[in-house]
């Protein structure tokens, strides 16, 4: 038993499931770091680019991003790590006011140091993670480059509130990522 878990039943509360588990197959062993050199290079550059929103570097962040953007499929997993970080931080599911309160503190706390934030953009990232996005349905949806420099403001938002560090979550996220891509 985890630390986490062990106090969670000492105190009486139900533990919340660690980071890593997988439907109930139990937690994930291995991190993003045996992955391929594509699936490496999206971690590496997601979690630069977490680390500089967090810190509120705009330079940092600017650079974490340009490679982000470069590395293929990052939109996916970032957005698997998006959906990972609201199912764990809204275990009781979100209704509209909580995405109303998700998107306005990502926005709010973006704005002070990247005036280029953009609300439309974080809320793509938002309906998107809970399946409910339909690019057909947008006049202008955001493209790779948009969904590169958005998403880690969301990933760093929900992290600070799930209290956990961001490669639990991009070690889930690769790894429902293989299942389903073995599935189908």
Known sequence: MTEHTTGSLQSGRCPRPAVGALCHAGPVTV?????????????????EAVAAAQQRDPTAYGAAVERLTGADRSGLVLGAAVRLLLEE?????????DVRQVLEVCVRSAAGWLPEVDPHVVLVLL????????PGDDDNPPGPAAIARHAPLLV??????AGRPLDGYLATAFAEIERTERQD
């Open 31 to 47: 991190t993003w770091r045996h992955l391929p050199a594509p699936a490496r290079e999206i971690a590496v550059a997601a979690g």
């Open 89 to 97: 931080t809204h275990p009781d599911g979100l209704d509209g006011d």
């Open 156 to 161: 760093a938002d929900l992290l600070t509130t």
């Open 127 to 134: 309906a998107g993670a809970l399946g409910v996005y339909d």
